[in-house]
């Protein structure tokens, strides 16, 4: 299954990326961003689709199991800070638990989030500091609020 759910994740990544994306060091925008976000532990996808509107893709692995989130945000900028902004939008999940709460079954969740983005002026990075409530649906799920954390990425 985890096979399956990495060659899924590559595969958006692979079709998501134009051929042709480049990323401006000088600059405080990026258009696509791969890296990794502490808590409690992802690789992270982020493109924009316009220059308001991005979508990320989430994979979070840890003893419990896996999940893959997709989250629509819509980012809008906080003047006098150049390279920094805010960000708000809704997702989706799907996860496959393995330990003994949840007994090797998949939920389905609904997915929100609020948080900054900051693209560095001069290299190539940009980081992020997100809050991502959810609420999962099935037995002994119901809305969790630890989710989000800090992002690391590389912008091409």
Do not use: C
Not at 39 to 56: M, R, S
Not at 132 to 152: C, K
Request: net charge positive; no cysteine; hydrophobic share 40%.
């Amino acid at each position: 299954m985890k096979k399956i759910i990495l060659l899924s994740f590559v595969f958006v990544i692979i079709v998501l990326t134009p051929a042709s994306a480049q990323t401006n060091t000088n600059s405080s925008d990026y258009k696509t961003a791969l890296g990794a976000k502490f808590y409690p532990g992802a690789i992270t996808f982020k493109h924009f689709l316009t220059q308001k509107n991005a979508v990320e893709i989430l994979g979070y692995f840890w003893n419990r199991g896996s999940r893959i989130t997709g989250l629509y945000e819509i980012h809008g900028d906080i003047e006098g800070a150049p390279g920094l902004k805010w960000y708000i939008g809704p997702g989706a999940h799907i996860a496959f638990y393995n330990n003994k709460y949840y007994d090797g079954k998949s939920y389905f969740g609904l997915d929100g989030v609020i948080g900054l983005d900051y693209k560095i002026r001069t290299a190539p990075i940009n980081l992020s500091l997100d809050w991502q409530p959810s609420f999962e649906f099935g037995d002994g799920a119901g809305f969790s609020g630890n989710w989000g954390g800090f992002a690391v990425r590389y912008g091409f």
